[in-house]
């Protein structure tokens, strides 16, 4: 499997990647809408692919933290696996390569609202716990879907305060189910 950095050229794999993985539009418009948003740059967006077949995609954009200067942030949002390639390893190998990038930029943070247990794997645990609060309220049954990876060690504990995210993220309905 190859798994590089996107371009243009890419975007009508990543659509369908998208709608694949989710079995309609909604991410596959946010995910393109968001990759031309120019205020979710930096951005790192990764395509995963096996035998010239797209299998999943993988973006991170920036973010910050209301109450902190200087703290260089990024939220995963969306990770998405075509159903033939799910549960074998394509989700992974995108998140660890994503990582990669991110540290190779001097990222402190990493956000993502998403599945505790698969996440955690990578990580992840509860932003909330560290205080760090997502862009719009998380329902609390949800609040450990609210996950943060520090990058660097000595973030976590140091900072504190609201997410904020890309224009195009910064809708409450991407937020609270």
Known sequence: MIIR???????DAI???????FGQADEARLTLDLLADPSAAPQISLLAILQDKPQGHILFTRAGITEEEGIAASILAPLAIIPDAQGKGVGGELIRHGLRHLTDQNTDLVFVLGHPGYYTRFGFRPACEQGLKAPFPIPPEHADAWMVREMKDGIL????????????????????E
């Open 5 to 11: 950095q996107t371009t243009e050229l890419d975007l």
């Open 15 to 21: 659509r369908k990647v998208q709608e694949s993985a």
């Open 157 to 176: 504990g140091s900072v504190r305060g609201s997410v904020t995210c890309a224009d195009t993220l910064n809708k409450e309905e991407y937020w609270v």
